[in-house]
């Protein structure tokens, strides 16, 4: 009882500061405005298509939602991590850290606290995600052939990743410096996915190999792999490998915030 | 046996600076030596140094922000940091910050969640609290707008939620008017009167010489005294005379004695419609009615007779030297 209403205390709190936050409204009001500009020939191509260039277009039409799909996609992992490197360093940089701390809460639930006020926010990014599939899938006269709990949990697991990673680092440097970090340890997970051809020199398939292992696999909790817009080339796709891969996603990001508490007990609560 | 409300043994901290400050070479600084003081329940406590002193290090490995390198540390009983400890404190930091897009009411409301009171209990509380530090007409004005005093006030509002059994202040009174400063110390009497312990950090040595039992102080990361106000403040039987002249033989025998001899400007005194050169003259109690007889003997007018009581500031500036005393 006492766990939940701290958490709960911190994690709301945490996700009001976001909705204040400057960087982020700005960020919002620039993505909407991508979006709308991405829809206006999206709406245009639907209105000029006509039965003789129907498949050419649909096609086409189809490219720019996925490139819209991958943008959305993309953009909320690199929101996750920033959320969650600046949740932690605003408190420190502000000294807010330090009246919070005074009350009876251990450090791990504050770091807890503020992990989930970053997924509070990235569930509502996850939802305006879906609707927003949804609606460009209809705006491009197709129908999205995806269960809908695919659409919602494998991004949370994949932004959970993300945010316990970027979490980890901003415990032990600068924000921004996390962030980065947590950004070039996402593109080095996917230069590391085992091509079909061998890597030749054995040091540099035993060091791919190790980070292949080491770092976030991503690439398997990526929505994409189900959001087909095309029927002929939707993949079914058992519980078992569900299970396993979203099993595989929710460990790596727990192993990786208890590392961010366990360097965040340890670590010295100052105004930065 | 009680357990005293605060314990401080041999405390040692050291901070490491630069880029690279903790590999070999980096520069090392000594924020507290083997740093030693106790609190016993229901006492206020001064903890008084210069900036720097390792005062703000000292209460933050209290509550438990940092680690001590060494030594032994208890809150109440407990490890600084243990939720049992922080249950029965209230802190207020220094330079307090909060969270700018809530107001008074529902930043305390925030706290009063963390500490754990009822809802019901903290909607009583909190109206009150807020009266108490004089914020009733701001309650509803977002903390952002609020002045460096406001938020200090807000700051011990919030540490006197839950009814805490110590409170440790850290300069409550900065960034406060004369009337603000007045109604933190009628705050800090009140609790007094409660019988909690107070553990206060202050620059103001006037106002802690009012309100407080014992002091503590520290300079350089060193207590260079520590101990109640009283046997701070003894000066033993010492008097002070005040006479109108002092002939110079008396003079040299007076300063074979020991005594203080300095030559003042004696305010308004029976006799006298202005203030007149005089010399006051600090000598053993011992020794008071034979120099006062030699005085009139003399033909010195004695303006007036009192025993000397010592001041914390004196004692401070003879302690840490000058500079900081305000």
């Given at each position: 009882?006492?766990?939940?209403?701290?958490?709960?205390?911190?994690?709301?709190?945490?996700?009001?500061?976001?909705?204040?936050?400057k960087?982020?409204?700005?960020?919002?009001?620039?993505?909407?405005?991508?979006?709308?500009?991405?829809?206006?020939?999206?709406?245009?191509?639907?209105?000029?298509?006509?039965?003789?260039?129907?498949?050419?277009?649909?096609?086409?039409?189809?490219?720019?939602?996925?490139?819209?799909?991958?943008?959305?996609?993309?953009?909320?992992?690199?929101?996750?991590?920033?959320?969650?490197?600046?949740?932690?360093?605003?408190?420190?940089?502000?000294?807010?850290?330090?009246?919070?701390?005074?009350?009876p809460?251990?450090?791990?639930?504050?770091?807890?606290?503020?992990?989930?006020?970053?997924?509070?926010?990235?569930?509502?990014?996850?939802v305006?995600?879906?609707?927003?599939?949804?609606?460009?899938?209809?705006?491009?006269?197709?129908r999205?052939?995806?269960?809908?709990?695919i659409?919602?949990?494998?991004?949370?697991?994949r932004?959970?990743?993300?945010?316990?990673?970027?979490?980890?680092?901003?415990?032990?440097?600068?924000?921004?410096?996390?962030?980065?970090?947590?950004l070039?340890?996402?593109?080095?997970?996917?230069?590391?996915?085992?091509?079909?051809?061998?890597?030749?020199?054995?040091a540099?398939?035993?060091?791919?190999?190790?980070?292949?292992?080491?770092?976030?696999?991503?690439?398997?909790?990526?929505?994409?792999?189900?959001?087909?817009?095309?029927?002929?080339?939707?993949?079914?796709?058992?519980?078992?490998?569900?299970?396993?891969?979203?099993?595989?996603?929710?460990?790596?990001?727990?192993?990786v915030?208890?590392l961010?508490?366990?360097?965040?007990?340890?670590?010295?609560?100052?105004?930065? | 046996?009680?357990?005293p409300?605060?314990?401080?043994?041999?405390?040692?901290?050291?901070?490491?600076?630069?880029?690279?400050?903790?590999?070999?070479?980096?520069?090392?600084?000594?924020?507290?030596?083997?740093?030693?003081?106790?609190?016993?329940?229901?006492?206020?406590?001064?903890?008084?140094?210069?900036?720097?002193?390792?005062?703000?290090?000292?209460?933050?490995?209290?509550?438990?922000?940092?680690?001590?390198?060494?030594?032994?540390?208890r809150?109440?009983?407990?490890?600084?940091?243990?939720?049992?400890a922080?249950?029965?404190?209230?802190?207020?930091?220094?330079?307090?910050?909060?969270?700018?897009?809530?107001?008074?009411?529902?930043?305390?409301?925030?706290?009063?969640?963390?500490?754990?009171?009822?809802?019901?209990?903290?909607?009583?509380?909190?109206?009150?609290?807020?009266?108490?530090?004089?914020?009733?007409?701001?309650?509803?004005?977002?903390?952002?707008?609020?002045?460096?005093?406001?938020?200090?006030?807000l700051?011990?509002?919030?540490?006197?939620?839950?009814?805490?059994?110590?409170?440790?202040?850290?300069?409550?009174?900065?960034?406060?008017?004369?009337?603000?400063?007045?109604?933190?110390?009628?705050?800090i009497?009140?609790?007094?009167?409660?019988?909690?312990?107070?553990?206060?950090?202050?620059?103001?040595?006037?106002?802690?010489?009012q309100?407080?039992?014992?002091?503590?102080?520290?300079?350089?990361?060193?207590?260079?005294?520590?101990?109640?106000?009283?046997?701070?403040?003894?000066?033993?039987?010492?008097?002070?005379?005040?006479?109108?002249?002092?002939?110079?033989?008396?003079?040299?025998?007076?300063?074979?004695?020991?005594?203080?001899?300095?030559?003042?400007?004696?305010?308004?005194?029976?006799?006298?419609?202005?203030?007149?050169?005089?010399?006051?003259?600090?000598?053993?109690?011992?020794?008071?009615?034979?120099?006062?007889?030699?005085?009139?003997?003399?033909?010195?007018d004695?303006?007036?007779?009192?025993?000397?009581?010592?001041?914390?500031?004196?004692?401070?500036?003879?302690?840490?030297?000058?500079?900081?005393?305000?």
């Amino acid at each position: 009882m006492r766990l939940r209403t701290i958490l709960r205390t911190i994690a709301s709190n945490t996700f009001g500061i976001f909705l204040r936050d400057k960087l982020l409204i700005v960020f919002g009001a620039l993505f909407v405005c991508v979006i709308l500009m991405m829809m206006t020939p999206l709406l245009t191509l639907r209105a000029r298509t006509t039965v003789s260039n129907m498949e050419g277009m649909q096609t086409y039409v189809l490219g720019v939602v996925s490139a819209i799909m991958y943008m959305v996609s993309g953009a909320g992992s690199l929101l996750a991590a920033w959320a969650a490197a600046d949740a932690v360093a605003t408190e420190m940089k502000s000294g807010t850290i330090l009246a919070v701390m005074a009350r009876p809460v251990k450090r791990w639930e504050f770091l807890l606290g503020k992990y989930l006020g970053v997924l509070l926010l990235m569930g509502c990014y996850v939802v305006m995600m879906f609707g927003l599939s949804y609606l460009l899938a209809w705006m491009g006269g197709q129908r999205v052939l995806a269960a809908s709990w695919i659409l919602l949990t494998y991004p949370m697991v994949r932004y959970a990743i993300y945010a316990a990673i970027a979490m980890a680092v901003a415990t032990l440097a600068h924000p921004v410096l996390s962030w980065v970090v947590t950004l070039l340890l996402g593109l080095g997970a996917m230069l590391v996915v085992p091509g079909e051809e061998p890597i030749t020199k054995a040091a540099l398939r035993w060091l791919s190999t190790g980070l292949y292992y080491l770092l976030p696999s991503t690439q398997f909790l990526s929505e994409d792999r189900f959001l087909n817009i095309k029927q002929a080339t939707l993949r079914q796709t058992g519980w078992a490998e569900h299970l396993l891969t979203l099993t595989y996603g929710v460990d790596y990001a727990l192993v990786v915030l208890l590392l961010a508490m366990w360097s965040f007990h340890y670590r010295s609560l100052k105004r930065d | 046996m009680t357990v005293p409300a605060l314990e401080f043994l041999d405390v040692t901290k050291t901070y490491h600076r630069g880029t690279y400050r903790r590999w070999p070479g980096g520069q090392q600084v000594a924020a507290l030596s083997e740093v030693s003081f106790g609190v016993a329940e229901g006492e206020v406590c001064a903890f008084l140094g210069p900036n720097g002193a390792g005062k703000t290090t000292s209460i933050s490995i209290l509550m438990g922000f940092l680690y001590a390198d060494w030594g032994r540390i208890r809150v109440l009983g407990f490890e600084p940091g243990d939720v049992r400890a922080k249950k029965r404190i209230g802190f207020v930091p220094e330079n307090f910050a909060f969270y700018k897009h809530l107001n008074a009411e529902k930043l305390l409301r925030f706290h009063a969640k963390l500490a754990g009171i009822a809802e019901e209990n903290a909607a009583k509380l909190i109206p009150d609290l807020i009266a108490k530090v004089g914020l009733s007409s701001y309650g509803k004005l977002k903390i952002g707008r609020y002045s460096r005093g406001m938020v200090q006030r807000l700051g011990i509002a919030q540490s006197l939620l839950g009814d805490p059994e110590l409170l440790i202040l850290d300069e409550p009174t900065s960034g406060l008017d004369p009337s603000g400063r007045k109604e933190v110390r009628d705050v800090i009497l009140s609790l007094k009167a409660a019988g909690k312990t107070i553990f206060l950090s202050s620059h103001l040595l006037s106002e802690v010489e009012q309100v407080c039992d014992r002091a503590v102080i520290i300079d350089r990361g060193r207590v260079v005294r520590a101990g109640t106000m009283k046997t701070l403040l003894d000066t033993g039987d010492q008097v002070e005379i005040v006479a109108t002249t002092l002939p110079e033989e008396l003079e040299a025998v007076l300063r074979e004695w020991g005594a203080t001899v300095k030559r003042v400007i004696a305010p308004n005194v029976s006799g006298h419609s202005v203030s007149v050169p005089s010399v006051s003259i600090v000598v053993s109690g011992a020794r008071k009615r034979e120099i006062v007889e030699r005085l009139w003997l003399a033909g010195s007018d004695v303006l007036r007779m009192n025993p000397v009581k010592g001041s914390l500031e004196d004692l401070y500036m003879n302690l840490v030297g000058k500079g900081d005393a305000a």
